[in-house]
């Protein structure tokens, strides 16, 4: 491929990006996709996938152009056209059965059993395949999807707001606000896209959030996840939002299964939903809850806060994602809450690092998000410093 | 101005930004300009300021032409032309005299007393004057003379590199690495830009490093500054590199005026220079280092750590800038070192910020800088945690 070739697929994949994203989160458990068909240089036919159990976006393209195409015409899609019987049958027979010779691909399927066959039938068939055209992009597209079907279970990912110093919210428990309103808008754009969102139930108790993705064309409620090992947020009065507003059906609390059963009936009357699930010391057990999460189909967690959950989940290592936006802000205040705490690093390599990394700007904040790298032993600080305790009261996030 | 003409004007106000950076650290206390002269649309000479005394951008460019401007020619300078009599004549008067018509300008000349007279003087004499094009990049091209010139004072801003979680050290202090290569390869940039650099005894005896500028050109070692209220590290054994490199004339240490003279007297002999200001408690008064600066023409300062020395300028209000490189990494530890403590900050509004903010990537690393904007009242914690003594031993930033 050379250097005219790349600019001139890399325009027109841009552009399936484009249509891809018209599926924003609205395709779980699926990959969102866009395809176009290209012919002599001109974009003659769109599509995208909608919705789960509704046509791929290479069909959608196909059936938009309503005629075959001409012997010339390009098909560009965002991901590797699927090969196999799903809810719709594969792809690949669809673009064969079209007549189009040129298949133009981002990412290739992130599924071990499936990647690069959907290639190979194509190739087999005489048709011209082009692929990884602007890969990194349209794999990150999918980074819910790529997740789950590679391991079975969710991306638990954690949506952080600090100053330059690290911190996600005052020694008072404040936090509104340390971002600028371009961040926070995309924040909403990332509740939009995770299937569920969680929070601790320190968080409601200081902050009673909505969690719902307030976007400008409307206002979106994810499914919401409070982790409560002590049913606290039962009993809070006025109840929080999140027990009494007009969604409270998509409210899980998340408890210890060892909780009484009074408390989670007067939940459930509520129309809340209760997960009691496997815990230690009160603090419900991470892989339970992933291993709940995969069993209902959740794919995607995005968790935001506070430091007492975080910390948690990295400790246990189900944190997979982190999404961090920093603000222009100092607070030099050793009592002001921090990410996460709990470890115990010597030397910088063995601290987690991120891979993948991406970066964002979004007025004076920017955005730094990749996938968590473990190392290969975490220490656990059991000895936490006065800072530790401080997490545990405040609600330590910029959310409402 | 049209979008076209903006266009325009911009490609080539680019390019003379990129020759000013030719001088590069080596104008000190002038600021970096660069030159061009355009006819029909081409660059026929360029030139930059490459040191004070040395002739100004505008007329190295007028003689790099050699011959007189065709009548169509536009001069290109980042930075409003002088008008004044300084240790060389004034640059309007050098315009005029060359009859160029039009004059293409970046930056305001920053000094109260001067801004907008250059332009004046030219457009009475029938030169057009575009003012403002890339204004923005022309005025942080200069960040050190800008300040210099309307305070006074020399700009002190402070490196540092952080975890997402706001950490310059392990626990242990380690700080090698945190940013990647690239990220230090542009901290080099900085070292050779700013005239000094600053850090405390203790980053010298946990680090003990040469504070140069390591750069594919070459070696180049600033004004090296150690903050050391206790003469400590005359004592210590072997040397520091600061003392007994073949730069070491280039060090000065900032200690009490009541420090014992027979340290002193030994320190000078070793070539070293002693700054004996008053202090309180050990600790120099910044303002009298400022001052001291100030009067030795030392007109910016780059303060490389540790968390204590930082500290320390926060609460005096002394720190002017900020140059905060973020890694992704997380440290989630409680005893690693913070940025800096020693403030009690109870709403984000009343926490420091930064202003011009400007946001670079170099490789999965991330630079935020700006101006540092202090709140009214600075509320100094006088009951520091834990965390805060961790800051006071360990050197706490990324430097060799």
Chains 1, 2 share one sequence.
Not at 151 to 169: C, Q, V
Not at 335 to 360: C, D, F, M, N, Q
Request: proline share 6%.
């Amino acid at each position: 491929m050379n250097a005219d070739f790349a600019n001139f697929h890399e325009a027109f994949m841009r552009r399936a990006l484009a249509v891809a994203r018209c599926g924003w989160g609205a395709t779980h458990p699926n990959p969102m996709v866009g395809a176009l068909i290209v012919e002599a240089g001109e974009i003659v036919a769109e599509g995208f996938h909608a919705k789960a159990g509704e046509p791929h976006a290479e069909i959608v393209a196909l059936r938009a152009l309503g005629r075959a195409p001409e012997p010339d015409a390009t098909l560009y899609v965002t991901l590797e056209p699927c090969c196999t019987e799903g809810r719709t049958p594969p792809c690949t027979g669809a673009i064969l059965a079209s007549g189009i010779r040129r298949v133009v691909v981002g990412a290739t399927d992130p599924n071990p059993r499936h990647a690069g066959r959907g290639f190979e039938l194509l190739r087999a068939a005489g048709v011209e395949v082009v692929t990884g055209v602007l890969a990194e992009e349209c794999t990150d597209l999918n980074l819910i999807f790529n997740h789950w079907i590679a391991t079975g279970r969710p991306l638990l990912a954690a949506k952080i707001a600090t100053t330059i110093d690290g911190r996600i919210a005052c020694r008072t428990g404040e936090s509104k606000w340390i971002t600028g309103e371009a961040a926070r808008a995309d924040v909403m754009r990332w509740r939009r896209l995770f299937p569920a969102i969680a929070v601790g139930a320190g968080t409601v108790a200081s902050d009673d959030p909505q969690l719902t993705a307030r976007l400008p064309e409307g206002v979106w409620c994810p499914r919401r996840f409070v982790f409560d090992g002590a049913l606290s947020i039962a009993t809070l009065n006025p109840l929080p939002r999140l027990l009494s507003d007009e969604w409270r059906s998509r409210t899980t609390i998340v408890t210890s299964e060892r909780q009484h059963s009074v408390v989670v009936r007067k939940l459930e009357e509520l129309g809340v939903q209760v997960w009691r699930l496997p815990a230690e010391e009160g603090v419900v057990s991470s892989a339970a809850f992933t291993e709940r999460c995969a069993r209902e189909g959740v794919t995607g967690v995005l968790v935001e806060g506070g430091s007492r959950l975080l910390s948690g989940l990295i400790q246990t290592r189900a944190l997979d994602y982190l999404l961090a936006y920093r603000a222009p802000r100092v607070f030099a205040d050793a009592s002001s809450i921090p990410v996460a705490t709990g470890l115990r690093v010597e030397l910088p390599s063995v601290g987690l690092r991120l891979a993948e990394v991406r970066h964002s700007v979004f007025g004076d904040d920017q955005l730094m998000r990749g996938r968590i790298v473990y190392p290969d032993t975490l220490e656990i600080d059991t000895t936490p410093g006065e800072e530790h305790g401080a997490g545990d009261h405040h609600c330590g996030c910029d959310h409402d």
